[in-house]
């Protein structure tokens, strides 16, 4: 069983930046693609992010040229940065390790989730 740990959530003013951490608990990274999901208040979850084990990236059009996925290998750690943050990105933030590909196709059963963190874009 792998445990996902995200952190680095907060309240941060309209165009402000944030980067959230996804602490993995066993070396994953070779096998699994890592997505970064977010959920809005009465909307669904929606995949923000992707980074493959071939480091391909792939991101959702509304965040596309503000947000960068990356990892660390060695500290079995992903990242994704928020840049130029806009009121409309306050969600919870959860990453997801994806063994499969199925988040390629819109599916939400992935292998492991973490628990979230908030995101809150306010002035």
């Known amino acids: 069983q792998v445990q996902l740990v995200e952190s680095g959530g907060g309240l941060v003013q309209p165009g402000g930046s944030l980067r959230l951490s996804c602490a993995a608990s066993?070396?994953?990274?070779?096998?699994?693609?890592m997505n970064w999901y977010r959920q809005a208040p009465g909307k669904e979850r929606e995949l923000a992010a992707t980074i493959t084990s071939g480091d391909s990236t792939n991101y959702a059009d509304s965040v596309k040229g503000r947000f960068t996925i990356s990892r660390d290998n060695a500290k079995n750690t992903v990242f994704l940065q928020m840049n130029s943050l806009k009121p409309e990105d306050t969600a919870v933030y959860y990453c997801?390790?994806?063994?499969?590909?199925?988040?390629?196709?819109?599916?939400?059963?992935?292998?492991?989730w973490g628990q979230g963190t908030q995101v809150t874009v306010s002035s």
């Open positions: 066993a070396s994953i990274f070779s096998i699994y693609a």
């Open positions: 997801a390790a994806d063994r499969y590909r199925r988040a390629m196709v819109g599916s939400l059963s992935l292998d492991y």
